[in-house]
């Protein structure tokens, strides 16, 4: 079974740019989530996606993040403009129903 | 205060060690408790999983939980320097809030050969 796939892997941005993040979750995961992980902490929500609805994005600041899961399976996160405190790993997971989740790579994110 | 505190560590210990990793927690609705490992530059991976007070066994891996102390412990015996990664808890509600974990901020391990 294949796992989650992130894409990019990494990305340097300058600040005030935009930056997309994609995600595509294990087949047959119907959750799906996105954290945010920085330096030397645990990974925080920002938002949780039940098929095509997001049930849960009470994290996700909402001035400059924007995500989608069109169609209940892939996912995009989007920053615009991107700040310097941006830069972290961007982690997706998924999960069946409300089960065990599984963490894709991440993608880190620099933002100079 | 967090609702998760983890000791961060780093913690290095020689090979064939037992390592003792803990986390408390101040939310008496959690109910399950996780541990995972993360390598380097790698997303984290699940290890063991349990929502009852006391020990679960799994190879040289021991969760251990106290609800009582609000206290959890991963315990690894006979450590290997493959087991050199960061190791996170996380614990969640109910099942039907949708899996919402909480996580500490993770322990850097380091195992010397």
């Known amino acids: 079974e294949a796992g989650v796939v992130q894409s990019p892997r990494y990305k340097i941005i300058e600040k005030k740019q935009p930056v997309a993040f994609w995600c595509n979750p294990i087949?047959?995961?119907?959750?799906l989530y996105w954290y945010l992980q920085n330096l030397g902490q645990g990974p925080e929500l920002l938002i949780r996606?039940?098929?095509?609805?997001?049930?849960?994005d009470s994290q996700l600041p909402k001035d400059r993040f924007s995500a989608e899961r069109l169609k209940g399976v892939d996912s995009t996160l989007k920053i615009q403009p991107a700040e310097l405190g941006d830069s972290a790993v961007y982690l997706c997971a998924s999960s069946r129903d409300a089960d065990t989740q599984y963490f894709g790579p991440g993608t880190r994110l620099t933002v100079l | 205060q967090k609702e998760v505190e983890q000791d961060p560590g780093p913690l290095s210990v020689p090979e064939g060690a037992i390592v003792s990793l803990n986390c408390t927690y101040s939310?008496?609705?959690?109910?399950?408790f996780m541990w995972y490992r993360q390598y380097s530059r790698k997303g984290p991976e699940l290890l063991m999983y349990?929502?009852?007070?006391g020990n679960k066994e799994d190879g040289r891996f021991t969760a251990q939980v106290d609800k009582s102390s609000k206290y959890i412990s991963l315990f690894i015996r006979d450590s290997q320097p493959s087991d050199s990664a960061t190791y996170l808890c996380?614990?969640?509600?109910?099942?039907?809030?949708?899996?919402?974990?909480?996580f500490g901020q993770g322990t850097e391990l380091s195992v010397k050969p």
């Open positions: 996606y039940e098929n095509e609805e997001a049930v849960d």
């Open positions: 996380a614990m969640r509600v109910i099942y039907n809030q949708g899996g919402k974990l909480i």
């Open positions: 349990t929502y009852s007070s």
């Open positions: 087949s047959g995961h119907n959750t």
């Open positions: 939310n008496s609705a959690f109910q399950y």
